[in-house]
Each structure stands twice: as structure tokens, then as C-alpha cells.
């Protein structure tokens, strides 16, 4: 069986590397994209199983990202887990009316977001990691 991939949008460079490490953990390809406009070449690029997008992103926000992937028809489908730290409630609700299938507040917990990937590409339970 292939590795599922995930796209990660997010424009800080250390917010990038900590998704790769938990995510390259658990045996996911990760793929990124650091702003709005590279985002939706990069889902039509990879064919992601998933994608992380961060709302606070260079040259239009998040939001943009959302509904270019919701109105393409080749990346509609495709789960997408909204990430952000400002405006948490406002945005929550207005990540999940513009197609977004999970919100996560960063600081992100990783067994959280470890069972909500697992949840949305139908997979088995994650193990729970242990705290250090």
C-alpha cells in the first residue's frame, strides 16, 4: 500500500518542519506549499489525500485557498483540516460553512491532530503518543 500524501500550506518555515517530523512519523508523504498562490498548483501537483491549510498566509489568506480548492473540480473532494491561532471561534465557523472538514487551533496538540488525520482518510486509530 502507497503512503498517503498531505499537503501542508503554511508559510512559517518551523510550523513547516514540525508538521513534517509528526507527520513523516507516521509514515505520510508530506508535500508543501508556502503561499496562497503555490497552494492550489501544488494540490493539482500532488493529488494530496489531505490538506493542512493555514489561514495566515502571503498573497491572499487561507480563505482564498479554500474556496479555489472547493469550486476545482479535480480537488473539491479532497479533505481539508484549517489551521489557524487568531480569531478561533469566527474562523471555525466560517472554515467549516466554506467546505473545510476540521478546524485545529494552533498550538496544535499532536495526538489530536494525529486521530482527525486518521478520522478524515479513514484509517485506523493512531497510536497515542507519550508525552516526553
Do not use: C
Not at 501537483?45 to 482564498?64: M, S, Y
Not at 485557498?65 to 491561532?85: E, F, H, M, Y
Amino acid at each position: 500500500m502507497s503512503k498517503q500524501k498531505i499537503l501542508i500550506v503554511e508559510d512559517d518555515a518551523d510550523v513547516r518542519l514540525g508538521y513534517k517530523v509528526l507527520l513523516t512519523a507516521y509514515h505520510y508523504d508530506t508535500f508543501f506549499a508556502a503561499d496562497s498562490i503555490s497552494a492550489v498548483s501544488e494540490a493539482r501537483k500532488q493529488q494530496p489525500d489531505l490538506i493542512i491549510l493555514d489561514l495566515g498566509l502571503p498573497a491572499g489568506d487561507g480563505f482564498v485557498v479554500l474556496d479555489r480548492l472547493r469550486t476545482n473540480t479535480q480537488l473539491g473532494l479532497i479533505p481539508i483540516v484549517v489551521v489557524s491561532a487568531r480569531d478561533i471561534q469566527g474562523n471555525k465557523e466560517r472554515a467549516l460553512k466554506a467546505g473545510a472538514k476540521a478546524f485545529v487551533q494552533k498550538p496544535w496538540n499532536d495526538n489530536e491532530l494525529l486521530t482527525l488525520i486518521s478520522q478524515l482518510l479513514g484509517q485506523p486509530a493512531m497510536p497515542v503518543l507519550q508525552p516526553r
